[in-house]
């Protein structure tokens, strides 16, 4: 199983456990997530949810070869009903509220996703990126929104205009993790704070999150529905189709020959 979700003790916990490919996420293990995330917000049992990966790697983001093969529109498929969006929508929309604990290397979408979040403690040994740029692709999941609010425009200018990689205690300087940790604390620490969470009254904490969203969730649905667009073009473009075949093949990608 390449995502492992288990609940115990008030907390549903969803895992990235596909090691060998790095933990880069495949339609199917976005549909896992999104299913499990769809099952917690009716479960009154569920009062946290913990997202984790490995201690050497949070997740490589997209399965490029999943890009690669499964980017073209399907006939009576909406773009909306494709599993990354299903388990985007349902983190986003999740009333429970969401840890995250991130060590080593959290690329893409492995990114992204931790403005979704609530509680996002990063190991010693984190590093985080969205190349989108380099890959040929912009922004998705409302980076382009939450990352210039959170960390003011040139900085996060740096990090999606260039794609450039930064460490655990920018990201903390930058606003999108709460604490920094060394990595051996990292999930016991996280495992506390999710426990906190559970103790108190879930009404309150289910209030106190949808109050913090409330002002941001239309801005949050617009922009995802722009950057959806947008990525979805540029998926199919050759700067991508270049991008993706240069890093299997191992080499720099050439874009000099698009304009
Ligand atoms: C909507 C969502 C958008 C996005 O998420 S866009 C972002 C997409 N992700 C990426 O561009 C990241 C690509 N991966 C990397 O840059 C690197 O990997 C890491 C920095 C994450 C780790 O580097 P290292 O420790 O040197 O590992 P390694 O040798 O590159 O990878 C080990 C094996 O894992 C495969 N792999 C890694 N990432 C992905 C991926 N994202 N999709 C598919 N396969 C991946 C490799 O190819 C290789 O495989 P083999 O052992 O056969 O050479």
């Excluded at 995250?100 to 979408?109: C, F, K, L, R, T």
């Amino acid at each position: 199983m390449d995502i492992l979700t288990s609940k115990a003790d008030g907390i549903l916990t969803i895992e990235f456990n596909r090691i060998e490919r790095k933990n880069a996420i495949t339609g199917v293990m976005y549909q896992a997530m999104a299913d499990a995330l769809v099952d917690a917000e009716s479960d009154d049992a569920v009062r946290a949810i913990l997202i984790a990966g490995k201690p050497e790697i949070f997740t490589a983001g997209n399965d490029l070869d999943d890009f690669m093969k499964n980017s073209k529109p399907v006939e009576g498929v909406p773009p909306e009903m494709r599993p990354v969006f299903q388990f985007m929508r349902a983190l986003s929309g999740s009333s429970k509220p969401v840890v995250a604990a991130v060590s080593g290397a959290a690329v893409g979408i492995g990114t992204t996703l931790l403005m979704h979040c609530d509680l996002v403690y990063a190991a010693d040994n984190a590093k985080f990126s969205m190349p989108f740029s380099q890959l040929g692709l912009c922004p998705e999941f409302a980076s382009s929104l939450l990352l210039p609010q959170l960390a003011g425009f040139p900085r996060a200018a740096e990090k999606l205009l260039l794609g450039e990689a930064f460490l655990a205690q920018e990201a903390y300087d930058m606003g999108l993790v709460s604490k920094v940790l060394p990595l051996e604390e990292l999930r016991p620490y996280a495992q506390r704070q999710a426990a906190k969470l559970v103790a108190l009254p879930a009404a309150s904490i289910r209030a106190t999150k949808s109050l913090m969203k409330r002002s941001r969730t239309a801005a949050i649905n617009e922009t995802m529905g722009a950057e959806n667009a947008l990525f979805g073009a540029m998926l199919l473009a050759p700067e991508a189709k270049e991008a993706f075949t240069a890093f299997f093949e191992k080499r720099k990608p050439d874009f000099s020959k698009f304009a």
